[in-house]
């Protein structure tokens, strides 16, 4: 496993690049998560974006809470019909996130 803390943030961005094109979709259903809209949706997905590519540290319980079961990127994927790739990139998270939190960048 890489545990060069660029590489673990960089992997980190892609899978948050990657769900914000899922939240970025028309016709997606929030009223079951915590957003209001998808402007607020996003906007949330690019402060997290934006301070991992400036090299900031990020409350990685909040960004654990938004991809957690039941959690607001979860409900807006089952209300949006993509579910099952919903589950796949919660997967893939969880592994990049580990790796990030067990970097010296984020001690």
Known sequence: M?????????????????????????GNDFSWSSWDNQELALAEMDSFIDALQNGHKVDVSVLAMLFAPTGPIQETSLSSG??????????????????????????
Do not use: H, I
């Not at 545990?3 to 979709?25: D, G, H, I, Q, W």
């Open 2 to 26: 890489d545990t060069n803390p660029l590489s673990a943030r960089e992997k980190l961005v892609k899978t948050l690049c990657a769900m914000r094109k899922y939240l970025a979709l028309e």
């Open 82 to 107: 993509w579910g099952q790739n919903f589950v796949e990139m919660a997967s893939e998270f969880d592994s990049t996130l580990a790796e990030y939190t067990n970097t010296d960048f984020n001690n």
